[in-house]
C-alpha cells in the first residue's frame, strides 16, 4: 500500500502563475523525492530533499520539508503549458534497508495557456 | 543514451500467456528496482536487487511473478499465466549505492502490458 497522500489530487491554472502541491507521510524517513510523470511516460527525477534539510530549491522549483508533521510541499513558480503532467512525491524509509521508494497517489497539474 | 532502458515499451496479451520485459539500468548501478503502476495511480514496489542479488519482494508479486537479475546487469521479469488484473505499466529504476546517504532512483519509459 501507499504511504504517501498528495493533495490536491487534481490542479488546474493558468500560465504564469504559481502551483502548490502538497505531501503527506507516516514513517520516518531518510529523504523525500519528487517526481514528474508525463501523461503514459517513465519518472523524471526533480529534486530531493533530505531528512535533516527543510528547503531546497532547483532552478523553478522549491520544496520544503517538515519533518515534525511528516509533510512536504512542491512550489512550481511561473508555471508552463509544459509542467502540465502528474507529481509524485516518494519517501524512503530509514528503517528500510532497500531503500525503496514509498510513493503517494499524485497530484494532476494542468497548466492553460 | 546512458539512462534505464526497458523492452518492450508496450506489450499486448491474451490470458493465460507468459510474457518477459527487459531492463537495462545505467551500467554503473549496482541496485534495481521493479515498480508496477496502474492508472491513476502512484508506483508500487515490485521487487529489489542488489547487484546479482534479490534482497527484497513485496506481497504483490505473487508465485505467478519471477524476476532474475544474471551477472547483476541487466533484469527481466516475467509473469506466468497472465490474469487482466495484471494489466499495469512496469517501471524499472536502478540507482548507485553509495557512501552518501541518499539514493536517487532514475526511472526507465516503462513497459505498459494489457492482457485481453
Known amino acids: 500500500s501507499q504511504q504517501g497522500e498528495e493533495d490536491p489530487q487534481a490542479l488546474s491554472i493558468q500560465e504564469g502563475e504559481n502551483a502548490t502541491m502538497n505531501c503527506s507521510y507516516k514513517t520516518s524517513i531518510n529523504n523525500l523525492q519528487w517526481y514528474r510523470q508525463n501523461s503514459g511516460r517513465g519518472l523524471v527525477h526533480l529534486i530531493l530533499?533530505?531528512?535533516?534539510?527543510r528547503e531546497k530549491h532547483s532552478g523553478r522549483l522549491r520544496v520544503t520539508l517538515d519533518t515534525s508533521k511528516k509533510s512536504s510541499s512542491l512550489l512550481i513558480t511561473a508555471s508552463r503549458a509544459a509542467d502540465t503532467a502528474s507529481y509524485f512525491c516518494a519517501t524512503e524509509n530509514r528503517m528500510d534497508s532497500s531503500y525503496k521508494l514509498i510513493f503517494g497517489s499524485g497530484t494532476r497539474l494542468l497548466v492553460r495557456p | 543514451d546512458t539512462g534505464v532502458s526497458q523492452n518492450p515499451r508496450h506489450k499486448i496479451t491474451k490470458r493465460g500467456q507468459n510474457v518477459t520485459f527487459r531492463c537495462d539500468p545505467i551500467s554503473e548501478h549496482n541496485r534495481l528496482y521493479w515498480y508496477r503502476q496502474t492508472l491513476g495511480q502512484g508506483p508500487e514496489f515490485l521487487t529489489y536487487?542488489?547487484?546479482?542479488?534479490?534482497?527484497?519482494k513485496s506481497r504483490l508479486l505473487s508465485d505467478r511473478f519471477s524476476a532474475e537479475r544474471p551477472k547483476g546487469s541487466f533484469s527481466t521479469l516475467e509473469i506466468q499465466r497472465t490474469e487482466q488484473g495484471d494489466s499495469a505499466m512496469y517501471l524499472c529504476?536502478?540507482?548507485?549505492?553509495?557512501?552518501?546517504?541518499?539514493?536517487?532512483?532514475?526511472f526507465g519509459p516503462g513497459t505498459r502490458l494489457t492482457v485481453l
Open positions: 536487487f542488489q547487484n546479482e542479488a534479490q534482497l527484497e
Open positions: 529504476a536502478s540507482s548507485l549505492k553509495g557512501v552518501s546517504s541518499y539514493n536517487e532512483q532514475f
Open positions: 530533499i533530505r531528512s535533516n534539510e
